[in-house]
């Protein structure tokens, strides 16, 4: 069993940063495909980005390509989203979650674990 917790969440205003982090607890993420989504109100969660086991091999949704990276570190078994140029529709609740798949997939299917996620509200 994995255990998630999100953290790094808060309050920017637009076009500011901010760096989500993933600590896992239970297991190490060494074999894990590592995810980030978010859900904002009244809307259904999206893929925001993804990373295999290694770190070779990411996956970005279209709207937040160039502005947000993902990021794993292996020794520390978490999980980083840097936020950067955040716009005020990408209020949103975000999750970490994890996959035993091998590829940085977009399909929320495919992953296992999700944490309890953290709240990122962006002003205008």
């Known amino acids: 069993q994995v255990q998630l917790v999100e953290s790094g969440g808060g309050l920017v205003q637009a076009g500011g940063s901010l760096r989500l982090s993933c600590a896992a607890s239970?297991?190490?993420?060494?074999?894990?495909?590592m995810g980030w989504f978010r859900q904002a109100p009244g809307k259904e969660r999206e893929f925001v980005a993804a990373?295999?086991?290694?770190?070779?091999?990411?996956s970005y949704a279209d709207s937040v390509k160039g502005r947000f990276t993902i990021s794993r570190d292996l020794t520390k078994n978490t999980v980083n989203l840097q936020m950067n140029s955040l716009k005020p529709e990408e209020t949103a609740v975000y999750y970490c979650?994890?996959?035993?798949?091998?590829?940085?997939?977009?399909?929320?299917?495919?992953?296992?674990?999700w944490g309890q996620g953290t709240q990122v509200t962006v002003s205008s």
């Open positions: 979650a994890a996959s035993r798949g091998v590829v940085a997939t977009a399909m929320q299917s495919n992953f296992d674990y």
């Open positions: 239970g297991r190490t993420l060494y074999s894990y495909v």
């Open positions: 990373i295999n086991w290694n770190a070779d091999s990411t």
